[in-house]
């Protein structure tokens, strides 16, 4: 079975978060010269596999094997993997059994490594992630096996197939704001304490500021206003309280404390509440790290592209494996279908990126 035939047989594993569909044991039976260990939980499976070949630094290729639900729109059956001129149609092509079947093949057929190599993979990242790829890393931290490097096949590139790699990934905050007043009638303004013109002034300070200034890594954090209400829905009835909810992806520049003392400063003297919640955490691997060195020469070697260093786009399981100190990257197909009717990806790039994996791990001692 070459990478082409295994993306394939991925495909047709109806694996929608968290059921992996049996997915995670056929990996396990296809890689049967490593050792498994699995840690499941609430209906989650996680699955580690590990050969060490001989002293020498720990390489992990990490992703997951679930899938959002296929949707309504779809011109093909999205769990029979059809293949047009060269074009994979499939739930999951890009995001990301793309990247599973090349690093799974990639571990299939190298035969030497200077070092242990591993493969890390959760049936829920799409979903909450509560007990997916951290609950394996916590687990590897207690046995002494956390890697010392990680690949996460995440879809990267933006419109040619090695244009782009993740070195990092922002945080994302969020917040809920509640303004409180006293309700009252329209016509007797003076009588009541009306929220929406209180925060009218000082709105433009709120919405869309930025926190910070950015850096080469990061653009600024930004706050970004997701939803304003309050009132009744009528016409003669001022509101008691507004209701205003907002994201921050911040970098490492902004946290939830210097958030709140900004909010704090600009809501001075008014009657408010202020609820943060860090969904995730901002990170960072260093741009000399030896893993974003040696992919992007592998980039630059397969597909003769220069790929630029990214912290763009939302989160993935890659911010875990940066909360315990592993320097990652993350690295796969273009993205530009994922979660929408016919995702799809070309069999060409899936070859290329097990290519771009294995001359990697080869090359990831020279």
């Not at 704090?264 to 009657?271: N, Q, T, V």
């Not at 992007?296 to 912290?311: A, G, L, R």
């Not at 320097?327 to 530009?336: K, L, M, S, W, Y």
């Amino acid at each position: 079975m070459d990478v082409a035939d295994l993306f394939l047989k991925l495909l047709s594993f109806e694996s929608i978060t968290p059921d992996d569909a049996g997915s995670l044991r056929f990996i396990e039976e296809y890689l049967s010269g490593y050792e498994a260990t699995y840690v499941n939980r609430e209906g989650v499976k996680n699955l580690f596999l590990t050969k060490k070949f001989s002293e020498g630094p720990h390489l992990c290729y990490a992703g997951h094997v679930d899938v959002v639900p296929a949707g309504n729109g779809w011109d093909t059956n999205p769990f029979v993997p059809v293949v047009k001129e060269g074009i994979v149609y499939a739930r999951g092509t890009q995001d990301m059994k793309s990247g599973v079947a090349a690093f799974v093949q990639t571990l299939k057929d190298i035969e030497n490594f200077e070092g242990r190599l591993s493969l890390l993979l959760t049936s829920d990242e799409e979903g909450d992630a509560e007990f997916g790829t951290i609950i394996m890393l916590e687990h590897l931290k207690e046995i002494g096996l956390l890697p010392d490097y990680c690949i996460v096949a995440e879809p990267t590139c933006e419109t040619q197939f090695g244009d782009a790699i993740k070195i990092g990934r922002r945080g994302s905050i969020n917040g809920y704001l509640t303004i409180n007043g006293k309700q009252g009638h329209a016509a007797y303004p003076e009588k009541a304490i009306n929220p929406v013109h209180q925060i009218a002034p000082v709105l433009e300070k709120l919405a869309g500021v930025h926190l910070d200034n950015g850096d080469n890594d990061f653009a600024p954090s930004q706050i970004v206003i997701t939803d304003i209400r309050g009132g009744m829905e009528v016409t003669n009835v001022t509101p008691g309280s507004l209701r205003i909810m907002f994201n921050v992806r911040n970098s490492t520049k902004t946290t939830q404390e210097e958030i709140t003392l900004y909010v704090d400063k600009l809501l001075e003297g008014l009657e408010y509440s202020l609820e943060l919640k860090q969904g995730s955490y901002p990170f960072v691997t260093k741009r000399d790290s030896k893993i974003v060195r040696k992919l992007s020469e592998s980039i630059k070697t397969i597909t003769n592209v220069d790929t630029k260093m990214s912290t763009a786009g939302g989160t993935s399981d890659a911010r875990f494996m940066g909360t315990f100190g592993i320097d990652v990257v993350e690295f796969g197909v273009i993205n530009d279908t994922i979660h929408a009717p016919n995702e799809c990806t070309t069999i060409v790039q899936v070859e290329q990126l097990y290519e771009i994996f294995m001359k990697t791990t080869i090359n990831f001692n020279i």
